[in-house]
């Protein structure tokens, strides 16, 4: 929430889409806070039951503030009215399947993906998809996963960012969002290297602190604190 006040003007209180990408902790704990200061105009994510008092706060909030729920599917397209050059492709999950009663790796598999196509760019977004769902969107056509940035799956475990994978999307930034020192070792250095090998640049949040893409139709810049 911080983070979003330093960055949008003072004045803005409205927001266009907020993603839930899947029903963990670490993913939604934060965003209540943005739900309940800013007005949003529709919520995309699966469809979950609460299982946690948090996700019941989450469901509660977002009834409450009587935002629309989207619940999206592989092959949707997402535009913005007075934006035709901004698009979000749903690349995961493959359909709109309740995740209800899914459990750790089967809810991270269940994450919304999305490729957000602007003028000449594309940046691909992964949740914390794992293996499993890395292994669908690879059957996709390469030109509609290829991204000059990647926000790499779960944090930069072992459990994502396959070769083939990695490979396929061709990423000249990878970027990693992982809390330092965290108790799991994330990243894994098995991904780091399959990174590195792709020819990605890597920024790390626990090590470059917030990373921040600027960009126009033609040309996009990629910065960071440290």
Same mark, same amino acid.
């Given at each position: 929430l911080n983070e979003m006040g330093e960055h949008l003007p003072f004045w803005q209180r409205d927001l266009d889409l907020m993603v839930l990408t899947h029903p963990h902790q670490d993913h939604t704990m934060g965003l209540i806070d943005?739900?309940?200061?800013?007005?949003?105009?529709?919520?995309?994510?699966?469809?979950?039951?609460?299982t946690s008092s948090l996700v019941g706060q989450w469901l509660h909030a977002v009834k409450t503030a009587g935002v629309p729920i989207h619940y999206p599917r592989r092959g949707e397209?997402?535009?913005? =009215?007075?934006?035709?050059?901004?698009?979000l492709r749903i690349l995961n999950p493959?359909? +709109?399947?309740?995740? !209800?009663?899914?459990?750790?790796?089967?809810?991270?598999n269940g994450s919304v993906v999305l490729r957000l196509s602007y003028g000449k760019h594309d940046i691909l977004l992964e949740g914390d998809a794992q293996e499993a769902a890395e292994?669908?969107?690879?059957?996709l056509p390469g030109e509609e996963i290829a991204s000059e940035?990647?926000?790499?799956?779960?944090?930069?475990?072992?459990?994502?960012?396959?070769?083939?994978?990695?490979?396929?999307?061709?990423?000249?930034?990878?970027?990693?969002?992982v809390g330092t020192e965290n108790k799991y070792g994330h990243p894994a250095? =098995?991904?780091?290297q399959t990174i590195q090998e792709a020819g990605?640049?890597?920024?790390? +949040?626990?090590?470059? !602190?917030?990373?921040?893409?600027?960009?126009?139709?033609?040309?996009?810049?990629?910065r960071s604190e440290r």
């Open positions: 943005v739900l309940e200061r800013y007005e949003v105009d529709q919520v995309v994510q699966t469809e979950f039951t609460a397209s997402i535009t913005f =009215e007075g934006e035709p050059e901004v698009e493959l359909t +709109t399947e309740s995740a !209800g009663g899914k459990q750790g790796d089967d809810i991270n292994a669908e969107m690879s059957r940035i990647l926000k790499v799956g779960h944090h930069g475990s072992d459990t994502s960012s396959t070769q083939q994978f990695v490979e396929q999307v061709r990423p000249q930034v990878a970027i990693i969002s250095s =098995e991904t780091l990605a640049i890597i920024y790390r +949040t626990d090590l470059n !602190g917030t990373v921040e893409i600027i960009a126009d139709k033609e040309r996009m810049w990629v």
